[in-house]
């Protein structure tokens, strides 16, 4: 069977996995699933001590390093949706364009399609927030200690994510009760996990600029090929590699502020 092309996608799952994401029901059960995911974080005993966690932290860095830790003096951050396109989308890389035993089910924990019934377990994206920190050790001294803080059973994930195209971050992942409306009207208690998305400043403002290089790319079948590495000229290259170089530059002023810090501590 040929992978159907991202127009063709939902066509092909209403036909061959009974999922429609084009069904107008669909759409409005998504909006109110994740919805009611983020007024759950919100109002979560979990956001509480998260909140804690993260103003002790910042207090910890300040007496450490004598710099703040986050950009602004709070640092609670908005929680986002991720737009229904954007999470068909990923249904569309998961189920088509990633997926090795394509036509079977991908390869996944369960080796199932990613379809309504599954999609808000199976993904931890959909509802996400964006923390940024002024140092480029900021993203990993809160990962190293969000778990010990504020608990295994709260704090399920932790690790850093960069890419080619420049992109660097770590990411947090962190559960919660909720209860989600299904396709048959049934609505179930059921623990979702939301992403915390820990970077600094600079990368901030550049993940605005680039990031829909990322979004193009994830969406193509194969690769497009390294010639653009060799594009000067192409808004691209500029960006990725400007995004490396930066993180050099970030690791540097770490390097300084950790020197200066220790000076400080000697006077």
């Known amino acids: 069977m ?10 092909w799952a209403r036909e061959h996995i009974g999922f429609d994401p084009a069904d107008e029901q669909f759409k409005r059960r998504y909006s109110q699933n994740t919805k009611s995911i983020r007024t759950a974080i919100e109002q979560s005993e979990e956001w509480s001590r998260l909140s804690a966690a993260f103003s ?13 830790l986050f950009t602004e003096t709070g640092w609670q951050p908005n929680l986002h949706i991720k737009p229904l396109v954007s999470a068909v989308e990923k249904t569309y890389r998961s189920n088509i364009i990633r997926n090795k035993d394509f036509p079977n089910p991908p390869l ?9 019934e599954n999609i808000f377990s199976e993904y931890h994206d959909l509802v996400r927030c964006r923390i940024v920190c002024r140092y480029m050790d900021g993203p990993q001294y809160i990962c190293d200690n969000a778990k010990d803080i504020v608990g295994e059973e709260i704090v399920t994930s932790a690790h850093s994510m960069e890419t080619e195209l420049g992109y660097y971050a770590w990411h947090l992942g962190v559960v919660v009760p909720t209860t989600i409306v299904r396709s048959n009207g049934n609505i179930d208690d059921q623990i979702v996990q939301f992403e ?9 403002v550049l993940n605005d600029l680039t990031h829909s290089f990322y979004e193009d790319r994830r969406i193509e079948k194969g690769s497009r090929g390294a010639l653009w590495k060799w594009q000067p000229s192409s808004a691209q290259f500029k960006g990725a590699f400007f995004g490396h170089t930066l993180h050099l530059l970030e690791g540097m002023i770490v390097e300084l502020k950790n020197e200066m810090a220790k000076e400080n501590g000697n006077d």
């Not at 040929?2 to 996608?9: D, F, H, I, V």
């Not at 996944?108 to 309504?116: A, G, L, V, Y």
């Open 108 to 116: 996944n924990e369960h080796s199932k399609w990613i379809t309504e």
């Open 196 to 204: 915390v998305q820990l970077t600094t400043h600079l990368n901030d």
């Open 2 to 11: 040929e992978r159907p092309t991202l127009e063709q996608y939902a066509d």
């Open 56 to 68: 002790d932290l910042a207090t910890k860095y300040k007496n450490e390093f004598r710099v703040s």
